[in-house]
């Protein structure tokens, strides 16, 4: 059976493009893992130097104390150091990492280095996306290297998009380019094992020789075949999102919570393996407007609340939209049909969760996501690294003025809400905040409940949003 489906998979030139491709990244990925391996050995080394000699961690210490400044000196100096060679330190969330394991060993410091919400249990150190992250937030990577890393990037996140599983020879192209640009980088070159054989490999992929590459062939079919599963299970994982929303307070991912008793449909786009999440979120609201009226990007501000926070910028860099008509189909009918009081989207990094959002957010007549759009009365988006996008006050602000806008009966029962609005009494009361802006005033209304009628609230990577300032201040507190 499978040998039939190989042969016929290789008739199709753009199928075979595909697979080369695919193969080739994998290769790539292999081939590169002694650069990072190398330099975070450097890392290790240099910093063992500089400390000098210092006793091992008995206590788990950025496990067990939440306060950085109590930690034990050898894992208080080791946080220290790796700050300093982090690019971003801000963003690093201290008591997700393993401190007492970085002194032991140079791989343990990748935990340091990756996008922090990224699943660790299911890391590879090996997966080329996980390897670009760590040179790219490691000072101690050439930054010589990140122009072409970032396009073998793009190459491997537009073949992870390709839903038809083909590329034509241009694109095929590009992704030979772009890895060759990378394997044959100066810094690059001198970690390779056996530059010869990489190089000899990629050229016989490149011609479409792909003999020699069957047990990488039947891997990539079996993953492909994985992928179509998971993206049909998206709803599957709102009651996790419920339980990891309990362990935070006054946080945004709480305030959904209010609102899914309220009856709103939840759109929950959230990555798993490498956990990039976003979240989007949907609510049970009408009428629906006619479509003439929503075209483009979501109106944004209100005279109601003229200093609520815009956010469309972070969605206006995506480009158009290719494929991916079967996701919105998807999605159109998880809506209207979910049980649920939310639906859960979930899927790898890469697989352009955001730009979902984005696309739906600003779509214009005759784009996939317009029946999506029509719907659409509110958005927010969650920031790692801008702290207004984690405040309750601002996220219910947001929330209230465009719903305000999308919904006319809305604006006669906000009153209440509009006379004594402050985001920074919201933000130490954000549930009596969310029932007197947004929750009462829909019950005073006269939306219908039915499914079918559904409106549509996005929310874009959710998880961004909690565990962060408010989580850290938060626990510090409870
Ligand atoms: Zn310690």
Redesign the pocket.
């Known amino acids: 059976m499978a040998n039939v489906k190989v042969k016929d998979l290789l008739k199709n030139e753009k199928k075979k493009n595909y697979v080369s491709c695919m193969i080739a990244l994998h290769k790539t990925a292999e081939a590169v893992s002694p650069f990072t391996d190398g330099i975070l050995q450097q890392l290790h080394q240099q910093i063992s130097q500089q400390l000098g000699s210092q006793n091992l ?5 950025s496990r067990t104390i939440r306060d950085v400044n109590k ?2 000196v ?2 208080g100096l080791w946080r220290q150091a790796l700050k300093r060679f982090h690019t971003n330190p801000r963003e690093l969330i201290w008591h997700k990492l393993q ?2 394991e970085w002194p032991k060993q140079h791989m343990n410091l990748v935990e340091v280095f990756m996008l922090q919400h990224w699943d660790k249990a299911n890391m590879d150190a090996r997966d080329l996306s996980v390897s670009i992250t760590v040179w790219k937030k490691c000072s101690l990577f050439p930054a010589r290297i990140f122009p072409f890393a970032d396009n073998l990037r793009k190459s491997r996140n537009k073949l992870a998009h390709s839903a038809s599983l083909e590329i034509d020879n241009n694109d095929k192209q590009t992704v030979f380019h772009n890895i060759n640009q990378v394997i044959q980088q100066a810094d690059m070159v001198n970690y390779l094992q056996n530059s010869l054989e990489i190089q000899n490999d990629m050229n016989d992929l490149e011609n479409g020789d792909l003999f020699k590459f069957e047990d990488e062939l039947y891997e990539i079919l079996n993953k492909t075949n994985q992928v179509d599963k998971k993206l049909h299970t998206m709803d599957s994982k709102l009651t996790e999102v419920h339980e990891a929303q309990t362990k935070t307070f006054r946080t945004i991912a709480n305030i959904i919570r209010a609102l899914l008793l309220f009856s709103v449909i939840l759109v929950a786009t959230i990555a798993v393996k490498l956990k990039e999440p976003d979240i989007s979120m949907a609510s049970g609201i009408s009428p629906i407007k006619a479509s003439g009226e929503t075209m483009g990007c979501l109106q944004e501000y209100s005279p109601s609340f003229p200093t609520s926070l815009l956010l469309v910028d972070y969605f206006k860099h995506h480009g158009p939209l290719v494929g991916r008509i079967w996701l919105f189909k998807l999605l159109e009918e998880e809506l209207k049909n979910t049980k649920k009081s939310g639906v859960l989207l979930e899927a790898d990094m890469g697989y352009g969760k955001s730009a979902i959002a984005a696309h739906i957010t600003c779509a214009k007549e005759g784009d996939q996501g317009m029946e999506l759009r029509k719907r659409l009365i509110a958005f927010h988006v969650c920031k790692f690294d801008v702290k207004k996008t984690h405040q309750a006050g601002i996220f219910i602000q947001r929330l209230a003025s465009m719903i305000s806008n999308n919904i006319p009966e809305f604006n006669e029962t906000i009153n209440d809400c509009l006379h004594s609005f402050n985001t920074e009494q919201c933000d130490s009361d954000p549930f009596g905040c969310i029932d007197k802006c947004i929750i009462f005033p829909l019950k005073l209304t006269n939306i219908s409940d039915e499914r079918k009628e559904y409106r549509l609230i996005i929310i874009d990577a959710l998880d961004e949003c909690y565990e962060t300032f408010s989580f850290e201040k938060t626990s510090r507190d409870v």
């Open positions: 961690c008995q206590q788990q210490c930690w034990c050898t894992c401190s007492w």
